[in-house]
């Protein structure tokens, strides 16, 4: 091999490392959101804090409607 081809291999094969690197960082951070959404609460609807339930809707355990129910 000339010296150009092995400088040209030499370049090629930084700049895999360098896309590899970046590759395994991105899945890093993926990977630390995914943990970090754990904290947080499941439930992202938006709307009222209400706990009574939308029309068409059954009550859920434990909610204000049937403790005034059972009341």
């Known amino acids: 091999m000339t010296d150009l081809m092995k400088g040209a291999a030499a370049m090629t094969l930084a700049i895999e490392w360098v896309l590899l690197m970046g590759l395994l960082g991105l899945i890093w951070v993926i990977v630390l959101d995914i943990l970090g959404n754990r904290h947080h609460s499941h439930d992202n609807r938006q709307g009222s804090a209400s706990p009574e339930p939308h029309d068409g809707e059954e009550p859920h355990e434990g909610s204000s ?6 009341a």
């Open 65 to 70: 409607r049937q403790s005034k129910v059972a």
